[in-house]
């Protein structure tokens, strides 16, 4: 009995010293996930420190219940792992799967990034200690300890913010089934990780064979762990970065073939106004035939057939240019219907070298995403869409401006623009990919701007003279 109470005194003893190591330790790593998880996650207002305080609580209460009670590793591990996934899941207000996803990558940077920090700098300790000190057999503790554990603090909290402005696009886009796909190889990889660690802990190491000593047994262990760690974690980034690639290169093919059924059928309406302009000579006739015979409601509807088959309201947007007045066409009835002004001074020149196809993709996805953030806000009693383009000197000038709240986006850390001025690029979506690959196609620049419910967006393109001008300056 009185063995016991010793053995527990030791214990609380060993505990009590270690907080000294482990409270700084956790409350950086709890501020660093606190930062990670806002950065891609919306919180719940009432829950603003929840997160930090419980993650801080969790790594702490764990790692001292394994002190206490000789809790195995592998449990305490699979402990933190679920508690910091449901304080995640109640902390925050996305979908589901998008928190596990936060969950997983969270647990992998932290486990990953710690026992390859922990494993390196043990490792280059005992060369230290055995190459200066002379020691034959260093072994590590004490203050040793201790200071490898804020090393390895340190990193993680470093990691954590690298990833920050890495991992923007893995979080966008709302697709429940990819967050899913790529939230459990992380989780694996990291349980993974935790088993190399109970092993570990129970002797089961990389050894020299038995005939090189405890030392270069240390070695060989560490080591193997630091290899290990670092593979898992290049495995698990080029996991993230190359699905998140695929799945982005998917989706803007499934826009090009959109856009590409668009411009079949745009040019399909005017095929169709051209046979009606072609046989308006017939027409004619036929209507002067009802106009003779005052048969008023059959000649009001030979004229609603008439305008409907032809399209002839596109006439309002004349542009110079037959697909990009079917565009605008298409884009003005959209928003009269809901209400949105619309204003557009368009003049595409004749030797504008931008081809036609290039054109829709262009004045589509652009206009598509104004008219989406128009019919997103609820107060639409002002809202706008006004569209400037034409030429300027040798360059073709297009300028959109449209009606938005702005908001501050995990876009604008992205890089994804061209313009210093990236405010709320975020619900402007996907179809500004293809727009930056026209742009670039032609040389061009483009530059988003925001201010007083605005948001503008201004496309720069040269002309061929202009852009072998250039080129010749350089």
Known sequence: MQGDIAVYACKWGYCVSELIFLVPRYLGCAWAADRFCKKFLRIVPSRKYVFPAGAFIIWMVVDLVRELF????????????????VLIIESFQEIWEKKVLAAAVL??????????????CSLLTLILLHT????????????QDGLICYISAAAVVAFLHFLNGRLTEVFNGGDRKRYIIMA????AVTVM????????????????????GIYFDQIFSHGGICIFSALAML?????????????????KSSWYHSQIEAFKMLKGQYRQSERLRHDMKNHIIALSGLLQSRDW????????????????GMEEDTTGNRVVDAVLHQKRARAEKNHIQWECEVQIPKSCPINE?????????????????????????HCFIHIRGGKVKQCFLLVISNRAEIRISPFAAAGRFSSSKKSDPEKHGMGLLNVSDIVRKYNGEWEIETGEGRFTISVLMPFGDAVEDMEKSL
């Open 70 to 85: 000789s809790l195995p590793y592998i449990v305490a591990a699979l402990m933190i792992h679920i508690l910091l996934t």
């Open 107 to 120: 647990s992998a940077a932290v486990t990953l990034m710690g026992n390859f920090c922990v494993s390196l």
């Open 132 to 143: 200066l000190l002379k020691i034959p057999e260093p072994f590590l503790g004490g203050w």
């Open 184 to 187: 459990v190889p992380l989780l």
């Open 193 to 212: 990780m935790d088993f190399v660690n109970w092993g570990a802990a129970h002797g089961v190491l990389v050894r020299s064979g038995g005939n090189m």
């Open 235 to 251: 495995a698990a980034g080029f996991y993230l970065l190359g699905l998140e690639r695929i799945y982005l290169e998917q989706r």
């Open 297 to 312: 409601g059959k000649m009001e509807q030979y004229l609603a057939d008439m305008s409907e088959a032809g399209s002839l």
């Open 357 to 381: 196809y290039d054109l829709c993709v262009l004045f589509g996805n652009l206009l598509d995403n104004a008219l989406e953030e128009c019919e997103r806000l609820e107060d639409r009693d």
